[in-house]
């Protein structure tokens, strides 16, 4: 399913054009691709907000309504101020519903891992993203992995992670997606064992049982 965003043509380029743009609320923006001549057209700030607000995001498919034409697209790119953290520019990519093409899918973890709690560990995503390749209109909004059944020890790795028919991960299968870390807490509680002789006792020059001091030489 596609999400309509309507845009307006005309703008001219430059930095002071620009400016002008996102002074009333809208957004510089380009469409390329396919061996189209690329469009400039701007963008309402909160159209485009609204169109990303879906479970997808930015990978949400749209058709832009470009004058008279419209185009199924995906965002490409979105550049942000480097203080205000806005967009400031948009760059979308004409596709193919039916051509296959490489995009960034967050990861979300489910489910409790009961054991790695009792231990006093914590579940981490080691990324947040994974690309996947597939066409257009097969890309998953996410990937959901069940880290119920983890204990202390376990990594799921990318060839665990079982995809949606017709999605390939781009990462290599033994990439590390989901690891297990030890808080302090836990880590603190480790001790080391004594050094002790053949008949169990403290061997020589080993520090007893509580003692954080060296032996007298």
């Known amino acids: 399913m596609t999400t309509t965003l309507i845009t307006k043509t005309g703008r001219t380029t430059g930095s ?30 909160r159209d485009l907000r609204v169109a990303l607000s879906g479970p997808a995001g930015a990978n949400t498919i749209l058709e ?17 101020d480097p203080v205000k953290r806005t967009v400031s520019h948009v760059d979308f990519m004409q596709i193919d519903l039916t051509e296959e093409i490489t995009m960034a899918v967050p990861v979300h973890l489910t489910g409790t891992a009961k054991a790695v709690l009792a231990e ?3 579940v981490d995503a080691a990324v947040d993203r994974i690309e996947v390749r597939a066409s257009a209109d097969n ?10 059944s983890m204990t202390m020890n376990d990594v799921i790795r990318m060839g665990d992670i079982k995809l ?21 807490a836990e ?11 053949a008949a169990g006792a403290p061997a020589a020059g080993a520090p007893a049982a509580g003692d954080d001091k060296p032996a007298a030489s």
């Open 16 to 45: 002071p054009e620009s400016r002008r743009i996102r002074n009333t609320e809208n957004i510089p923006a380009v469409i390329y691709g396919h061996g189209m001549t690329p469009i400039l057209f701007t963008v309402g700030r």
């Open 64 to 80: 832009l309504h470009v004058d008279d034409k419209k185009f199924p697209a995906i965002v490409k790119e979105l550049q942000r």
């Open 120 to 122: 006093g560990g914590l």
């Open 139 to 148: 890309i998953p909004n996410e990937i959901l992995i069940d880290v119920t």
């Open 164 to 184: 949606p028919k017709g999605v390939t991960a781009v990462l290599d299968e033994d990439i590390v997606i989901v690891t297990v870390l030890t808080t302090k």
């Open 187 to 197: 880590a603190e509680k480790a001790v080391v064992a004594p050094v002790v002789d």
